[in-house]
Antibody, heavy 119, light 111 residues
Framework: EVQLVESVGGLVKPGGSLRLSCAAS????????MNWVRQAPGKGLEWVAS????????YYADSVKGRFTISRNNRQNSLYLQMNSLRAEDTATYYC????????????WGQGTLVTVSS | QAALPQPASVSGSPGQSITISCAGT?????????VSWYQQHPGKAPKLMIY???NRPSGVSNRFSGSKSGNTASLTISGLQAEDEADYFC???????????FGTGTKVTVL
């Protein structure tokens, strides 16, 4: 069974930093492209970043480019999102999610972790 | 990239069929067969219901079906049941600056 468990988020002041992690199990993590998707309270889903299996390809949404960094450790089956220069509009539940093999859609999602940016 | 427009809400009585639209462009919905649909109950993570326009993952009821015509994708729920009451989001691979674009979301209410 695929399991994706995000680390606890939290409250961060504007301009601050936070690192999210996602522990993966139940599948061959090292062979899958991984994504972060976020959802502001009461709003829709927004794709944030994507990293290929061997980190050859990394992409970011324009809204986070230059501030967020996605990374992974295939030996530890872990995905990360380093978030710097946080803004109020980054307040959201952040989901770790897998990309389907040999296709282009997101299939499995973690339970999500809430990040609140406020003074 | 702006979210793909979906109707804000759709409602139906138990047993009826409803259809949710998802309007894209030739850079996303119309250009690729990578349209997916997600169901989200309050406080829960999204769940994949349809992938690659019209395929159902194992375990998803055959009451859910997907289609695409031109730049618009659609999700149909037939034989509406109380448990179908949730938010539904479409998504597509896109050739624009982002990798994936999501729809604005549709709240389905079972009357």
């Amino acid at each position: 069974e695929v399991q994706l468990v995000e680390s606890v988020g939290g409250l961060v002041k504007p301009g601050g930093s936070l690192r999210l992690s996602c522990a993966a199990s139940g599948f061959s993590f090292s062979t899958y492209t991984m994504n972060w998707v976020r959802q502001a309270p009461g709003k829709g889903l927004e794709w944030v970043a994507s990293i290929s299996s061997a980190t050859s390809y990394i992409y970011y949404a324009d809204s986070v480019k230059g501030r967020f960094t996605i990374s992974r450790n295939n030996r530890q089956n872990s995905l990360y999102l380093q978030m710097n220069s946080l803004r109020a509009e980054d307040t959201a539940t952040y989901y770790c999610a897998t990309e389907a093999a040999y296709s282009s859609y997101i299939d499995y999602w973690g339970q999500g972790t809430l990040v609140t940016v406020s003074s | 990239q702006a979210a793909l427009p979906q109707p804000a809400s759709v409602s139906g009585s138990p047993g009826q069929s409803i259809t949710i639209s998802c309007a894209g462009t030739s850079s996303d919905v119309g250009g690729y067969n990578y349209v997916s649909w997600y169901q989200q109950h309050p406080g829960k993570a999204p769940k994949l219901m349809i992938y690659e326009v019209n395929n159902r993952p194992s375990g998803v009821s055959n009451r859910f079906s997907g289609s695409k015509s031109g730049n618009t994708a659609s999700l149909t729920i037939s034989g509406l049941q109380a448990e179908d009451e949730a938010d539904y989001f479409c998504s597509s691979y896109t050739s624009n600056s982002s990798v994936y674009v999501f729809g604005t979301g549709t709240k389905v209410t079972v009357l």
